[in-house]
């Protein structure tokens, strides 16, 4: 696998925060560095996605918006415990 190492300065009580999260998750600091930054991106896509949407197809409702919820917490269920 190809890497790109980068170089970055952190505020002193972020960088200790970050590497204690590192450590509690059991992971090194670039891989809980890099799925941090993968969900951040993912998060972004996801806001300019729903911003295009909804500029085509008008504001989300408060129902379509709790629908989702429900979806996104079955996902999650279903996610943790194993099933597909």
């Keep these: 696998m190809k890497v790109d190492k ?3 300065s952190l505020d ?4 200790d925060a970050v590497r204690n999260a590192a450590k509690q998750a059991g992971q090194g600091l670039s891989g809980w560095l890099a799925e ?3 969900a951040k ?3 972004d896509a996801l806001a ?4 295009s949407w909804e500029a085509e197809h ?3 409702t408060a129902d ?3 629908i989702a919820t429900d979806q996104l917490a079955l996902l999650e269920s279903q996610a943790a415990s194993g099933a597909t």
Aim: no cysteine; proline share 0%.
């Design 41 to 43: 991106l993912r998060s």
């Design 6 to 8: 980068l170089s970055i």
């Design 36 to 38: 941090a930054a993968t």
């Design 12 to 15: 002193a009580d972020l960088g």
């Design 58 to 60: 008008g504001t989300l």
């Design 48 to 51: 300019e996605f729903l911003e």
């Design 64 to 66: 379509e918006l709790a």
